[in-house]
Structures are given as structure tokens and as C-alpha cells.
């Protein structure tokens, strides 16, 4: 009986290593993922004033991915200018290192940065001595030397590992001083603790845009469907000999990846691994079980997930910012109107006294005084 493979069929010949690689490399255009793409496509696009978008979500969710398709995009867009330049270079991609000592190393981020630009000058034994200052210099004669249309910077929220709480908007301003000395837009993609970043300046709200790459939630009915057809498609390219039926187990699928489409692939991975360095045919619960987060890794990864969309959902009280602007009164009017009705008022009582005698007291008997 012929089986209809979504993998190449031949995969199923090959060695176990190769199998586990098609899958690692395979990628879904699952909504949320096509939700969020889009929006940061029109953020590049748009010659507005955006020069620094925070792409920000939860850890496993797909940034990564994003980044890579946004990537290749531009990079396909791009191609013909590319052969006639060769020196043009419109979109690049670092990953931001975690700092050693807890504190930001700028250093470290320009050595990255030119390198990723292919700087001839970074291969001079001298190089690593230059002054942070000059090191910016030259990114800045970099990224205009090389054209470059964006660069996206991968785990952005160690940009935020300083000593104080005062160097935070420096971390920002000199990202955002880049950006505006070079016209290049900076994507700077991260997990809920890029939050932190935002809106430090009132120049950086002026100047910065945000993206909010969100999970699946089973509470809402499209995106449970939209998770469950996720599921479906991902053991559809398991490259075993007999599909597996993971949809039969969606919910712990759920349970363990907490409808992060990141974390559901690379658990996915491990487990296609697993089964097949045990000679298996197909993929079972077993193998899910022996492969998915503790419940107490998963406790700690969702409770800092919801603490980042709680941050999301708070909306401040909008009467605050009308009241600050003299738009309402401390009792939720508004000014204007208030005192045009103060004033309506005043004159309607003038008027409904014209010609009344005020009240006094009236002499007793006719009118004359006794006596």
C-alpha cells in the first residue's frame, strides 16, 4: 500500500541524522507567525519615522524564525541590486551575547556588528585595543558604506543586563543614535523582558514601534483550531514510516509547549530522535513524555509568560492623561462643557428673577405701623 508522504519519501532511506535535519529545518507559515510577519514587513517598509521596532513574545515562540524569513524577503527583493553591488549588504542579523559580568559590553556588540558586515578592519591584530567610541565610528561608516536597510538584533533583551537603572535609556539612545546617524531601522527582538526598554524617552515613544508576537491561547476558539492544525501539520513531515496521530494528544502537546509553536518543534525534534535511535516505526506518547519540558520547568517558563502579557494588558486609566491636558476636571468631566454649563445655569437664574420682589417681612394689620 502506497503511503501519500508529506516528506520526501527517499528521507525515510537515509540516515537517522539526515531525518532529524529535515525536521529541525522544516517551517510552518502558521497564523500567528503570517500575523506578526506582516506587521513587521509594513514597519520595514514604511519610510515613516520608525527608526527602532521591539519585536517582543515569548521565549520559544518563533522570533527567530520570523527574523529569518524577514530575511530572506529582503535578501530575494533585493537580489538583482545585489549582484550589481557586491558590496551592498541590505539586511543583517546578530545575536545579542549575554554579558559576562552582568553588565552590557559595547565592545563586544561593535566587534559583532562589523563582523556580521564583513569589516576587512577586524582582522587586524590591533583592532580589539580601539576605544568603544571609535569602535561606533566605524559601525557607523559600516552600515552606510554597506547601504544597509535593517538590522535585527536577536535576543535584544540583554541590551537591558546593565549595573543601573539610569544606564537603561543610554542602551536605547545609542541603538536609536545609530539608527538616526546611519537611516538604518533596527529590530530589536526579544522576550517579555525587552519590555523594559520601551518607552524610556519620549523620543524613543516618538521613534519606536512595537510588535507583539503572541502564542496560541486555548481559551480562544480560533487560536485552539489554529493550534490543533499546527499539531497536524508537524507530524504530517515526522519522517517516519507510519504517520503518527498527535492530534489524539493536542492538549498535552498544549500542556508542555503552552501553545508556543517554537518550543512545540524543537520538543518535536528531540522526541522524533528519540523514537528513531529506538528503531520505531512511528511516534508515540511515550515518546512525547520522554521528551517534554518537567512540570516544574514548565511552571517556571509559563508564570514568566503570563507576568509579560500582564504587563501588556494593563491599560492605564486614558481620564489621567485628559485630565493632565485640561480636557476633564478631577471629577471626570469635561472642562470645557463644565463651565458652559456653570455659566447657562448662572444666566437662566438671573433671568428667573427679573421682576420678583425678594423675599421680606411684611408689616402685621393693614399695612401701618401700631402706635
Avoid at 105 to 114: E, M, S, T, V
Avoid at 208 to 225: A, C, G, M
Wanted: with cysteine; aromatic share 8%.
Amino acid at each position: 500500500m502506497a503511503h501519500d508522504y508529506s516528506f520526501p519519501q527517499e528521507l525515510l532511506t537515509l540516515p537517522i541524522a539526515d531525518r532529524i535535519s529535515y525536521f529541525q529545518q522544516y517551517t510552518m507559515a502558521h497564523p500567528k507567525l503570517l500575523i506578526a510577519a506582516e506587521k513587521l514587513k509594513n514597519a520595514i517598509d514604511d519610510p515613516g519615522l520608525f527608526s527602532l521596532i521591539f519585536l517582543f513574545g515569548p521565549t520559544g515562540v518563533g522570533k527567530t524564525t520570523l527574523l529569518r524569513r524577514i530575511t530572506q524577503r529582503l535578501l530575494a527583493s533585493f537580489h538583482k541590486e545585489m549582484e550589481l553591488d557586491k558590496g551592498f549588504i541590505p539586511i543583517a542579523n546578530i545575536e545579542v551575547a549575554t554579558p559576562e559580568f552582568s553588565n552590557f559590553d559595547w565592545k563586544d556588540f561593535y566587534l559583532r556588528a562589523l563582523g556580521v558586515l564583513q569589516d576587512p578592519c577586524i582582522q587586524l591584530p590591533s583592532y580589539g585595543r580601539i576605544t568603544n567610541l571609535k569602535l561606533k565610528t566605524s559601525l557607523e561608516a559600516a552600515l552606510k558604506h554597506r547601504r544597509l536597510k535593517v538590522f535585527c538584533l536577536d535576543e535584544a533583551q540583554n541590551l537591558s543586563k546593565v549595573a543601573s537603572g539610569r544606564k537603561l535609556r543610554d542602551q536605547t539612545d545609542c541603538i536609536k543614535s545609530l539608527a538616526n546617524l546611519t537611516q538604518v531601522k533596527f529590530v530589536l527582538a526579544g522576550t517579555y523582558d525587552l519590555l523594559i526598554l520601551r518607552n524610556l524617552s519620549a523620543q524613543l515613544c516618538r521613534r519606536s514601534l512595537d510588535i507583539h508576537f503572541e502564542r496560541y491561547k486555548v481559551e480562544n476558539e480560533e487560536d485552539l483550531k489554529a493550534f490543533r492544525g499546527v499539531v497536524q501539520t508537524f507530524q504530517r513531515h515526522l519522517p517516519f514510516e507510519e504517520e503518527p496521530d498527535l492530534l489524539k494528544y493536542w492538549d498535552f502537546c498544549y500542556e508542555r509547549s503552552f501553545g508556543c509553536v517554537g518550543i512545540l518543534k524543537d520538543w518535536l525534534s528531540q522526541a522524533l530522535a528519540t523514537a528513531l535511535l529506538d528503531g520505531a516505526k512511528t511516534l508515540t506518547l511515550s515518546h512525547l513524555k520522554s521528551s517534554a519540558y518537567s512540570h516544574e520547568q514548565c511552571m517556571i517558563i509559563f508564570n514568566e509568560t503570563r507576568l509579560g502579557e500582564k504587563q501588556l494588558e494593563f491599560t492605564p486609566d486614558s481620564s489621567a492623561l485628559r485630565i493632565a491636558l485640561g480636557l476633564e476636571s478631577h471629577h471626570g468631566s469635561a472642562t470645557h462643557s463644565t463651565s458652559q454649563t456653570t455659566n447657562t445655569t448662572n444666566t437662566k437664574s438671573r433671568r428667573s428673577t427679573t421682576g420678583n420682589t425678594k423675599p421680606q417681612r411684611r408689616p402685621v394689620g393693614g399695612g401701618e405701623n401700631v402706635g
